[in-house]
């Protein structure tokens, strides 16, 4: 199973700054997701993207957010101007296997907006 | 005090006893089903999968059962021991998307 990395695992920010959250596969992936859990609720579908583009964004997905892959391998979540309502658990996903189709997540960044 | 979030099912469990959670989903055009276990401060971790054209499938210690008919998926968690303490995830994936369930709360007692 690949691992993912994902930095920071805890980032405070004052509302209104930007944040940059890191995700980074130990082997190189075309597909790539985000997901996001409020403090005790589920988890949720953020964005997939594929192959550098995004082929698919949820509702929570709006202009204050945009995903890029920089360097080819990092592979970042940018919230534009950040809101009390975006702390959360931030975490990346890629799937593995062609027999599984199993997504294996990264440990997440906990975004705290104060 | 205050309690923030959903309020999470509970299932309280005697270490060494059978553990059965229960997930229900609404898209008729998922075709595959995970479940996942978070325990505190990490990621979803990958249990076990299960695709549409079965009913149920084994693995070590746990067991998923698919009921088409009325859209509902359960984990069998055999001989539950204190390191499956944690929040069960079921997830129904269609186009590569997971939906997640609210989660359900596993407390291993002694």
């Known amino acids: 199973e690949p691992e993912v990395t994902q930095t920071p695992s805890h980032q405070v920010t004052q509302m209104g700054q930007e944040v940059i959250l890191r995700c980074v596969p130990i082997?190189?992936?075309?597909?790539f997701y985000w997901y996001r859990q409020i403090l005790g609720q589920k988890v949720e579908f953020l964005v997939s993207?594929?192959?550098?583009?995004?082929?698919?964004k949820s509702e929570i997905f709006d202009d204050q957010f945009s995903v890029e892959r920089p360097d080819g391998s990092n592979f970042t979540l940018k919230i534009r101007s950040t809101k009390l309502e975006d702390s959360a658990m931030y975490f990346c996903?890629?799937?593995?296997?062609?027999?599984?189709?199993?997504?294996?997540f990264g440990s997440g960044t906990r975004l705290t907006v104060v | 005090g205050e309690s923030v979030g959903l309020h999470l099912p509970t299932l309280s469990v005697q270490e060494g006893d059978n553990s059965i959670i229960n997930c229900a989903y609404s898209?008729?055009?998922?075709?595959?089903f995970i479940w996942y276990k978070q325990e505190s401060g990490k990621g979803p971790q990958f249990i076990i999968d299960?695709?549409?054209?079965?009913d149920k499938r084994q693995g070590q210690r746990v067991t998923v059962l698919l009921n088409k008919t009325v859209k509902h998926l359960s984990l069998q968690i055999a001989a539950t021991q204190p390191g499956d303490s944690a929040v069960y995830f079921c997830?129904?994936?269609?186009?590569?998307?997971?939906?997640f369930g609210a989660g359900t709360q596993v407390v291993v007692t002694p």
């Open positions: 993207f594929y192959n550098n583009e995004i082929s698919e």
């Open positions: 996903a890629i799937p593995y296997g062609t027999a599984n189709y199993g997504y294996t």
């Open positions: 997830a129904s994936a269609s186009w590569g998307k997971l939906q």
């Open positions: 082997s190189n992936h075309l597909y």
């Open positions: 299960i695709r549409s054209n079965m």
């Open positions: 898209n008729s055009a998922s075709d595959y």
